[in-house]
């Protein structure tokens, strides 16, 4: 059964880079049969899709974070990571990351989120 | 980019009643539509998938429907640890987005 745990700093300064890393067991990244994703809620909000790598290292992203998410893979060590740079108070959210079945689209395993909080 | 408009927003009620809730599309999806449910910190969880198929040990009180632009998520008799938020999701052109989410609470 494929687990998925983020890992990563639960502070972040403004204007400096969040640096997240998942932590995939159960299932090799490489295998091609899905994309690896990160989404991301703030407190009391909804859910927003960040994006995810294939394991070809095709990256797509939400046009809305202009540019600013960066996701890349180790397959080595079963990891995909996220950057973000240039946070601001608005990132503050918990982040999660997700398998998601390919080309279907769905989300069929979860990391528990991890918090990280956009502050000076 | 696609949008979803998910509603309602938030639902009130009783166990053992049939609830819905609605997704629309801003374009076709044809069947890319998903359906989860989140607990208070937890993550969410898959249980309907391309509209109308249950995932695997969902219970089948659960039900999604729709295709094109319109799809609908049927609880079909209401339990007390159905109380949850709901959200749809939607897959088109290598892009993913949420549904606003519905609160769902016992009456």
């Known amino acids: 059964q494929v687990q998925l745990q983020e890992s990563g700093p639960g502070l972040v300064k403004p204007s400096q880079t969040l640096s997240l890393t998942c932590t995939v067991s159960?299932?090799?990244?490489?295998?091609?049969?899905?994309?690896w994703s990160w989404i991301r809620q703030p407190p009391g909000k909804g859910l927003e899709w960040i994006g995810y790598i294939y394991y070809r290292g095709s990256t797509y992203y939400n046009s809305s974070l202009k540019s600013r998410a960066t996701i890349s893979m180790n397959t080595s060590k079963n990891q995909f990571s996220l950057k973000l740079s240039s946070v601001t108070a608005a990132d503050t959210a918990v982040y999660f990351c997700?398998?998601?079945?390919?080309?279907?689209?769905?989300?069929?395993?979860w990391g528990q989120g991890t918090l990280v909080t956009v502050s000076s | 980019d696609i949008q979803m408009t998910q509603s309602p927003s938030s639902l009130s009620a009783s166990v053992g009643d049939r609830v819905t809730i609605t997704c629309q599309a801003s374009q076709d999806i044809s069947n890319y539509l998903n359906w989860y449910q989140q607990k208070p910190g937890r993550a969410p969880k898959l249980l309907i998938y391309d509209a109308s198929n249950l995932e695997t040990g969902v219970p089948s009180r659960f039900s999604g429907s729709g295709s094109g632009t319109d799809f609908t998520f049927t609880i079909s008799s209401l339990q007390p640890e159905d109380i949850a938020t709901y959200y749809c999701?939607?897959?088109?052109?290598?892009?993913?987005?949420f549904g606003q989410g519905t609160r769902l609470e016992i009456k």
């Open positions: 999701q939607q897959y088109d052109n290598l892009r993913v987005t």
């Open positions: 997700a398998r998601e079945a390919w080309p279907a689209g769905y989300f069929d395993s």
């Open positions: 159960g299932d090799p990244i490489s295998s091609g049969d899905y994309y």
